[in-house]
């Protein structure tokens, strides 16, 4: 099979999910999907899904198969599959791109999450071809977990203390070895300086209003509202 050929297959699945006939779609698409992993050798089936994953992921330039970002879920197994494979062998960009199919999501074909995506892009910034990409992935990941331990704000932490601090260290590290989108080291700062006035603020009691205290220092902050029920 060619590269070609497996988009024309995946493109007459499309083909019949735009025309509204879901059921036909779904059954052309397992049966596509079963002919690959039957018919193909690994060898050539990993090359037709390389080829695949760096267009998706990285050239952005979106198969024609392909109107939106939900990938199927035979293309989606076809691609954990193919990606463990290769995340076995520690090869990149495929480290990469494993945690860009399933970083953020629950995977359904890894329920027990054997494949931790986190632990795998840690690995991917610590490999000799660690690209810019995934720098910014695994810095945005420190970012992102600041962010959701501030969700409650001034009501709670949702991390820990010594979880925000091994955040903190790890993102600075980033920072010491490799180059970092401007944007995100200014979003970095912004939640750094915010956690620093929560602790300061909670240590001493929680005197005064926590919004106008970040407003003096110079940090704009709206707390999210929150709603408790009793039982």
């Known amino acids: 099979m060619t590269y070609n050929e497996f988009l024309a297959g995946i493109g007459e699945y499309r083909g019949l999910f735009e025309k509204g006939l879901k059921k036909q779609a779904n059954k052309h698409l397992f049966k596509f999907a079963e002919d690959f992993k039957t018919n193909v050798s690994e060898a050539e089936a990993d090359g037709i899904l390389f080829c695949f994953c760096r267009e998706y992921f990285d050239q952005k330039a979106l ?3 392909l109107t939106h970002d939900q990938l199927p879920f035979q293309l989606t197994e076809l691609l954990n599959d193919y990606l463990n494979r290769e995340c076995s062998k520690e ?3 495929q480290m990469r791109w494993a945690f860009q199919l399933y970083g953020r999501y629950y995977n ?3 329920p027990q999450n054997e494949h931790d995506p986190f632990d795998i892009l840690k690995k991917a910034y610590e490999h000799p071809e660690c690209d810019q990409k995934t720098v910014d ?4 990941e420190q970012v992102e977990w600041l962010y959701w331990g501030a969700h409650h704000f001034p009501d709670s932490c949702i991390i820990s203390r ?6 903190v260290k790890t993102a600075e590290k980033i920072l010491s070895e490799k180059t970092v989108a401007p944007a995100l080291i200014e979003e970095f700062s912004y939640y750094v300086g ?4 929560f602790y300061e603020w909670s240590d001493s009691g929680r005197k005064g209003d926590f919004e106008e205290l970040c407003e003096k220092s110079g940090h704009k902050f709206h707390a999210v509202k929150a709603f408790y029920y009793k039982k």
């Open 63 to 65: 198969p024609s198969a």
């Open 91 to 93: 090869k990149m960009p």
């Open 108 to 110: 359904p074909h890894d």
């Open 137 to 140: 992935l695994y810095f945005n």
């Open 162 to 167: 010594e979880s925000y601090r091994e955040t």
């Open 194 to 197: 915010l956690y620093e006035l």
